[in-house]
T-cell receptor, first 111, second 114 residues
Framework: GESVGLHLPTLSVQEGDNSIINCAYS??????FIWYKQESGKGPQFIIDIRSNMDKRQGQRVTVLLNKTVKHLSLQIAATQPGDSAVYFC??????????FGPGTRLSVLP | DVKVTQSSRYLVKRTGEKVFLECVQD?????MFWYRQDPGLGLRLIYFSYDVKMKEKGDIPEGYSVSREKKERFSLILESASTNQTSMYLC?????????????FGPGTRLTVL
């Protein structure tokens, strides 16, 4: 179904703290997941991906956790910086079919 | 460096006008996509294409058409623009090789229909 909400959930964190952004995905058969970052006025940028045969993947300052039991994905950002302020959204994919995108969470980093 | 470009960043049109949004990718990708993005909603797929001259309807194709005459170019057409088509339009491309591949997005075109 389609989200009806007109405003984005917002997460505010203090600079230097860790951020955790959550995503509930819809299809238990999805086998590939991506987190995107979208800064104001720009297109989405790839951050990190994970396949369904993994439950954790780490990048530079970012970690993605996958819990298939409850269809939940999270993005952890360590030592959040002002440049991390953006909208973050997850995308799920089922064996090469089209991606389905979450509505996103706005991350605000407070000085 | 991977690049998806869109012809306009901002566009203002009047109701009833025909609108063309152009997207070009330089990665030799087989797959190209057009989405619209509205506040509080996830990206919604309008149309996609797996090959030249091939097109498939996405989730919200009504009021739109597309053209893919060359591999690198995918155009979105609003036959008769309406105010409810005011939105951010995002183009993306993806390689057709393998299934675990990201989509690369363009910078977006913010269209306002008056």
């Amino acid at each position: 179904g389609e989200s009806v909400g007109l405003h984005l959930p917002t997460l505010s964190v203090q600079e230097g703290d860790n951020s955790i952004i959550n995503c509930a995905y819809s299809n238990s058969a999805s086998d590939y997941f991506i987190w995107y970052k979208q800064e104001s006025g720009k297109g989405p940028q790839f951050i990190i991906d994970i396949r369904s045969n993994m439950d954790k993947r780490q990048g530079q300052r970012v970690t993605v956790l996958l819990n298939k039991t409850v269809k939940h994905l999270s993005l952890q950002i360590a030592a959040t910086q002002p440049g991390d302020s953006a909208v973050y959204f997850c995308a799920e994919n089922n064996y090469g079919q089209n991606f389905v995108f979450g509505p996103g969470t706005r991350l605000s980093v407070l000085p | 460096d991977v690049k998806v470009t869109q012809s306009s960043r901002y566009l203002v049109k009047r109701t009833g006008e025909k609108v063309f949004l152009e997207c070009v990718q330089d990665m030799d990708h087989e797959n190209m996509f057009w989405y619209r993005q509205d506040p509080g909603l996830g990206l919604r797929l309008i149309y996609f294409s797996y090959d030249v001259k091939m097109k498939e309807k996405g989730d919200i194709p009504e009021g739109y058409s597309v053209s893919r005459e060359k591999k690198e170019r995918f155009s979105l057409i609003l036959e008769s623009a309406s105010t409810n088509q005011t939105s951010m339009y995002l183009c993306a491309s993806k390689t057709g090789t393998g299934i675990y591949n990201e989509q690369f997005f363009g910078p977006g075109t913010r269209l306002t229909v008056l």
